[in-house]
Structures are given as structure tokens and as C-alpha cells.
């Protein structure tokens, strides 16, 4: 069975007015479609400015997010290179403090029995350039004591014959004046 057309449903309430309070009703109620048509763009407007913000704010956190991920890896790779560098450091004063140990213990241990041996080597050159200087002068002055007791001992002699020699003149011209 087929379904019967049926008219336009008219509400009761309206067959009972006036031509002229339909027209008024019917311009409030196109004054209420009016007003509800523009309540509806105002409240699509606001719809589509909350979207319009959400979707900046999302933009907007998903660059702060992507700037907090690369900050994030920046500062890993900061402590990282930081926490390198300090056992870089760590190590290379570790090797200057055993370089220094070193050089205390064993250089300047070597290097002061070096600089007393040297200084043994040296008194012990002096000394013995002493002892030479001194046999040296020893000699020296035994050949001068000899030297001059052989000047003395001929000088001695030379007095001694002119001595005599005086003492023969003097005798000889005694017996001459007694002679006389």
C-alpha cells in the first residue's frame, strides 16, 4: 500500500488568526530565524576561531617541542664533550703530576749525585793541581836552597882564598916592616 500524499501540516493555532497577525507572525519568526541564523555564524565564527587557535597552539607546541628536542640533544652533547674534556684533563694532569713525581724522584736525584760527583771530580782536580804546585814549589826551593848554598859555599871559598891572600900581604909587609 502506498503511502497517501498528505499537504502541508498547518498548526491549529494558525487558522484561527488574522491575515495580519500571520504576517507578524511570521516576520517575528523570520526576525527569530534571522536572529538565530546569526547566532549560528556567531557561534561557527567562534567554532572556527578555536579551532583556528587550537591549531596555532598545536603548531605552535609541536615547534617549542621540536626546539626543546634539539635544546635537549645540544646540551646531551655539551656534557658529553664536557664530561670528555674533563678526563682529558683529568688524565693529562694525571700525566704531568707522574712526569713531576718522575722528574723529582730519579732527574733530580741523578742529577744531584751528578752535580756531587762532579764537585768530588773538581775538589779532587784542584787538590791535586795543589799537590803538583806544591811538589813544584818543594823542588823549586830545594834546587834554590842548592843553588845558593853553592853560591855560599863558593863565595866561602872565594873569601876564604882572599882571605888568605890578604892575610899573606899583610904578613908579608909585617915581616917587611919588621925587617925594616
Known amino acids: 500500500m502506498p503511502a497517501a ?6 498548526d491549529p493555532q494558525f ?8 504576517k507578524k507572525c511570521v516576520e517575528e519568526q523570520q526576525q527569530k530565524l534571522s536572529d538565530v541564523k546569526n547566532r549560528r555564524n556567531f557561534v561557527q565564527q567562534e567554532r572556527e576561531m578555536i579551532n583556528n587557535y587550537y ?11 621540536d626546539q626543546i628536542k634539539v635544546m ?3 646540551m646531551e652533547n655539551l ?5 670528555i674534556q674533563l678526563e682529558a684533563f683529568t688524565n693529562k694532569f694525571k700525566h704531568l703530576e707522574y712526569d713531576h713525581e718522575t722528574f723529582i724522584k730519579f732527574t733530580l736525584n741523578e742529577n744531584s749525585k ?14 791535586k793541581r795543589y799537590l803538583d804546585k806544591k811538589q813544584e814549589l818543594k823542588t823549586s826551593i830545594k834546587r834554590m836552597a842548592i843553588e845558593n848554598q853553592t853560591e855560599i859555599d863558593k863565595r866561602k871559598k872565594s873569601h876564604e882564598g882572599s882571605y888568605e891572600n890578604q892575610t899573606k900581604k899583610l904578613e908579608n909587609k909585617l915581616k917587611k916592616l919588621r925587617a925594616e
Open 114 to 127: 751528578t752535580a756531587v760527583k762532579d764537585e768530588e771530580d773538581e775538589r779532587e782536580n784542584r787538590e
Open 55 to 65: 591549531q596555532i597552539s598545536k603548531t605552535e607546541q609541536q615547534k617549542i617541542d
Open 79 to 83: 656534557s658529553k664533550n664536557h664530561a
Open 5 to 10: 500524499k498528505k499537504g502541508p501540516v498547518i
Open 15 to 22: 487558522e484561527k488568526m488574522t491575515l495580519e497577525e500571520v
Open 72 to 74: 635537549e640533544f645540544e
